[in-house]
């Protein structure tokens, strides 16, 4: 629209960026499953709030028209790591691949697509959390909004969807502290 102001045309790709984000979710540059609003819908409120290693992302929502995913990325909760510091929570993400199409037929079904306006239920402290990354040939992706807002058990035809893909790539990231190791308290001489 600026570009018609200032008396030019819009672009192609001005023009199908509009499209997108108005018909669903914003395209980010790539999947990020250590970015500030995925670790927040994750659980993980203050893990990314100092870093700048990972960008802000756009916030999760529908399948935009027109895009066309190949891949999907699933960031997950529930597993722990140790190392010399302690035991830490950490994310998990999983790059999937196959045919998508089942999954985004689950995501775009009008049982499973979120309301407008709702915001997800809050989270049990020990229940599972999804964060989900739709990737297209070039590596731009789409966050799309989960039914219950990734919380806990997922909708059995999303997860269907999900189970259908191959799991190319699992990558696990220790995000918060959570048992710190006891070291040995020193001994007077």
């Known amino acids: 629209m600026l570009a018609a102001c200032a008396g030019g045309e819009p672009t192609a790709s001005t023009a199908d960026a509009a499209r997108r984000s108005a018909s669903g979710a914003s395209v980010s540059s790539g999947a990020d499953c250590l970015a500030p609003q995925v670790l927040a819908a994750l659980g993980f409120a203050g893990a990314g709030?100092?870093?700048?290693?990972?960008?802000?992302?756009?916030?999760?929502?529908?399948?935009?028209?027109?895009?066309?995913?190949?891949?999907?990325?699933?960031?997950?909760?529930?597993?722990?790591?140790?190392?010399?510091?302690?035991?830490?929570?950490?994310?998990t993400a999983t790059r999937l691949e196959g045919d998508v199409r089942p999954l985004i037929t689950a995501l775009t079904a009008s049982s499973t697509v979120?309301?407008?306006?709702?915001?997800?239920?809050?989270?049990?402290?020990?229940?599972?959390?999804?964060?989900?990354?739709l990737v297209d040939a070039l590596g731009a992706a789409v966050r799309v909004a989960l039914p219950s807002g990734g919380c806990g058990t997922l909708p059995v035809a999303v997860s269907e969807g999900l189970d259908a893909l191959d799991a190319v790539d699992v990558e696990h990231y220790p995000v918060e502290l959570v048992g710190p190791r006891a070291t040995a308290a020193p001994t007077g001489g």
Request: glycine content about 12%; proline content about 8%; charged content about 15%.
């Open 49 to 91: 709030a100092g870093s700048t290693a990972h960008p802000d992302v756009p916030e999760a929502g529908l399948v935009p028209d027109g895009f066309t995913a190949v891949s999907a990325v699933l960031c997950t909760t529930g597993e722990t790591l140790t190392d010399a510091a302690g035991r830490w929570a950490a994310v």
């Open 114 to 133: 979120p309301a407008a306006g709702t915001s997800a239920a809050p989270c049990g402290e020990d229940a599972r959390r999804s964060d989900l990354w």
